[in-house]
């Protein structure tokens, strides 16, 4: 069974950043995705940003946020995080951390069996 826990959310203006954290806890093995997702008040879960940790870290951004927001690892740690930058009104959510055991990547929630509680982000 794997424990996820997110941290570092908040309030914050238009304009500013942002950095969201991930560990987690329990089997993890290697060939898997980590992703961040989001949802908005009223809306659905959609992804944000994933990373393969194979040690290479390929990694995928939704369009709304590239250039904008990074996604890192630390392996060793079982730690993922990601950077938000240049945040938007639209960026406000709760921000769910997720695994998913495959090679592939996937943007749809229901192919992430392992979620956190997620942290809040507010953009005003």
């Known amino acids: 069974h794997v424990q996820l826990v997110e941290s570092g959310g908040g309030s914050v203006q238009a304009g500013g950043s942002l950095r969201l954290s991930c560990a987690a806890s329990?089997?993890?093995?290697?060939?898997?995705?980590m992703a961040w997702f989001r949802q908005a008040p009223g809306k659905e879960r959609v992804g944000v940003a994933a990373?393969?940790?194979?040690?290479?870290?390929?990694?995928y951004y939704a369009d709304s946020v590239k250039g904008r927001f990074t996604i890192s690892q630390d392996n060793a740690e079982n730690t993922v995080y990601l950077q938000m930058n240049n945040l938007r009104t639209d960026g406000t959510g709760m921000y769910y951390c997720a695994l998913r055991r495959s090679q592939y990547c996937s943007p749809e929630p229901h192919d992430y069996p392992d979620w956190g509680q997620g942290t809040q982000v507010t953009v005003s």
């Open positions: 990373i393969y940790n194979d040690g290479g870290g390929e990694s």
């Open positions: 329990g089997y993890i093995n290697i060939n898997n995705y």
